[in-house]
C-alpha cells in the first residue's frame, strides 16, 4: 500500500471537477483498507471513499485521505439449477459485470446495462433503471464496518434498499463496502413493462437483445461522460403524497408519473426541468443536458460552486412552477473529505 500526496481527482470524477487530494492511496484488496485507515488515524485525516466517480461532487481541495477502491475478481460461490452466487470486487466496472452476466447466461441485471461506476458503489444508492434496481439480485454486501472495526457481510434484507436508498446512504461514513454477493437467475425473466422497452425488445426476447435495447436507448437519451463530462441523473424523482399529486395535476394534467407502494405517487424530474425551461440551457459553464433535462453537465472546467449555482437555480424555478423541491441524486463532500448535505 503506497499514499501518495497532492493527487489531482479529475480524471477520477465523471463530472471532471479539478480536485486535489491531499493523500491518496489504491485499495487492491481487503486488506489494505485496514492499513489505510490505521494511516489516517495516525495523520488525523478523514476518510473520503471514491468509487467509478460517477455519483459524486468534490471540492478543489479535498484534506483527507482518498481511498481509491480497486479490488477485482468475480467468484461463484454457490449455483443450482434455478440460480447463481456470485461474489464480486467492488472496483470491477459494473457494465463489464453486466455484460460478463449475460455472457454466463446469469439472468437479472440486463436492464441495468451500461450504467456508469463501478460494482461496489452499486449497493449504496441501490441504482436503477427501466424497472429494475440492484437491490433486487444483491444478496449481502462485504464491508468493512469501521465502528465496529471488522470485516462483516450484511444480508441484503438489513440493508433497507429503497428507491436511490439503502443503510449506506443512512449511515454514509460508517461503512467500506469491499465485495457486493448476488444472486442471479438461470432462467431468464425480461422486465419489459417500463417506458417503451417493450416495443423496442420487439419479438426477439431474449437476455442479449434486451441488454442491447437497454444500450441503445441510454446511448441515445444521456450524454457520455467522456464527453459531456456528467453524472447521470442529477436529481431524484420526487415522490410525492397522493393529496399532492392530485393538487399539481389538476393544473399539469400531463406530468409523466409512476404509482408508488402506500398511493404515493413518483413524477419525473426531467419533465420538470423540461418545463421550467432548463433543458439544454446553460448558466455559465454548467447545464442541463439538451435532450435530456435531468442531467447536469460540465461544458467547460466548471468548479464545484459553478454546479451549485447552477442546480439550485434549477431548483429554485422548479420549485416556483411546481412547488416542488427537487432533491440532488450525488452525493456532495466538504473540503474535509465528509459527506454533507445538499442545501437548498
Ligand atoms: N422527460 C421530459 N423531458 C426531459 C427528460 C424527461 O419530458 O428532458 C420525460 C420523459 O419524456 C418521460 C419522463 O420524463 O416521460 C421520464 O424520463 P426517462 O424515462 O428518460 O427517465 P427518468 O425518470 O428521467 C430515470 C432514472 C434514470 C434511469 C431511467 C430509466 C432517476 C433519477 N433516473 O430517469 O437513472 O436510467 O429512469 O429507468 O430515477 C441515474 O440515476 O443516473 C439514471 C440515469
Not at 131 to 154: C, N, P
Not at 176 to 201: C, M, P, R
Not at 300 to 314: G, K, P
Amino acid at each position: 500500500m503506497q499514499v501518495q500526496a497532492q493527487v489531482q481527482l479529475k480524471s477520477l470524477n465523471t463530472l471532471n471537477l479539478n480536485a486535489i487530494a491531499s493523500h491518496y492511496v489504491q485499495i487492491n484488496q481487503p486488506d489494505d483498507v485496514v492499513e489505510a485507515l490505521a494511516f489516517a488515524e495516525h495523520q488525523h485525516l478523514n476518510v473520503l471513499v471514491l468509487s467509478g466517480g460517477s455519483n459524486v461532487l468534490l471540492p478543489q481541495q479535498v484534506r483527507a485521505l482518498v481511498l481509491h477502491l480497486n479490488i477485482q475478481g468475480i467468484d461463484v460461490l454457490a449455483e443450482d439449477e434455478s440460480t447463481v452466487i456470485v461474489k464480486v470486487g467492488a472496483g470491477q466496472v459494473w457494465h463489464d459485470f453486466v455484460l460478463y452476466s449475460t455472457q454466463q447466461q446469469w439472468f437479472g441485471l440486463q436492464n441495468l446495462a451500461l450504467i456508469p461506476g463501478l460494482v461496489g458503489a452499486s449497493p449504496v444508492q441501490n441504482i436503477g433503471a427501466y424497472g429494475v434496481e440492484a437491490g433486487e439480485f444483491i444478496e449481502s454486501v462485504q464491508v468493512y464496518d469501521r465502528e465496529l472495526k471488522h470485516f462483516t457481510s450484511i444480508a441484503a434484507e438489513d440493508c433497507h434498499f429503497a428507491y436511490r436508498h439503502s443503510i449506506f446512504k443512512d449511515q454514509p461514513n460508517r461503512y467500506i463496502i469491499v465485495s457486493v454477493t448476488f444472486k442471479l437467475l438461470k432462467t431468464a425473466e425480461l422486465k419489459l413493462n417500463y417506458g417503451d422497452l417493450k416495443q423496442a425488445v420487439g419479438d426477439e426476447l431474449t437476455a442479449e437483445n434486451l441488454q442491447n435495447q437497454v444500450i441503445q436507448i441510454r446511448q441515445s437519451k444521456l450524454p457520455n461522460p467522456k464527453e459531456f463530462p456528467n453524472v447521470g441523473s442529477f436529481f431524484k424523482n420526487p415522490i410525492l403524497s397522493q393529496a399532492e399529486f392530485d393538487k399539481i395535476t389538476q393544473q399539469f394534467p400531463n406530468i409523466p408519473h409512476y404509482p408508488q407502494a402506500n398511493s404515493n405517487v413518483k413524477v419525473a424530474a426531467g419533465w420538470l426541468i423540461d418545463q421550467a425551461g432548463w433543458k439544454g440551457k446553460q448558466f455559465g459553464p454548467v447545464g442541463m443536458f439538451h435532450k435530456q433535462a435531468l442531467v447536469l453537465v460540465n461544458y467547460a472546467e466548471a468548479t464545484l460552486a459553478d454546479v451549485q449555482n447552477t442546480y439550485q437555480t434549477v431548483q429554485s424555478d422548479v420549485k416556483q412552477k411546481f412547488s416542488i423541491q427537487l432533491e440532488p441524486e450525488p452525493v456532495l463532500y466538504s473540503e474535509q473529505g465528509l459527506i454533507q448535505a445538499h442545501l437548498g
